[in-house]
């Protein structure tokens, strides 16, 4: 079992920048990818982005390439998912995501609102 905790989320104005963190409760080497989805009212869960365990393939969802970018640091446990050029349409809760030997970890959820 492994515990996602994120923060970073908040209030930013429309062509600004956040960075959220994702920080697991053991060691995320062995954790085969890790990621962020968003789910915004009344829409479906989406994939954000994710990453591979030794960093070396990532993905993203078409409406935030070229503006967000995710990492991974395995010596801290933790994935960033740095954002910037915000749009409106980013405001959603943001989702850490993990899988491992076919399971999958979720955490909390932290809110990310973008407006002016």
């Known amino acids: 079992q492994v515990q996602l905790v994120e923060s970073g989320g908040g209030l930013v104005q429309p062509g600004g920048s956040l960075r959220l963190s994702c920080t697991a409760s053991r060691g995320i080497s062995s954790i085969n990818a890790m990621g962020w989805y968003r789910q915004a009212p009344g829409k479906e869960r989406e994939l954000v982005a994710r990453i591979t365990s030794g960093g070396g393939m990532t993905n993203y969802a078409d409406s935030v390439k070229g503006r967000f970018t995710i990492s991974r640091d395995n010596a801290k446990n933790t994935v960033y998912l740095q954002m910037s050029s915000l749009k409106p349409e980013d405001t959603a809760v943001y989702y850490c995501?993990?899988?491992?030997?076919?399971?999958?970890?979720w955490g909390q959820g932290t809110q990310v609102t973008v407006s002016s």
């Open positions: 995501w993990g899988i491992s030997y076919g399971l999958n970890f």
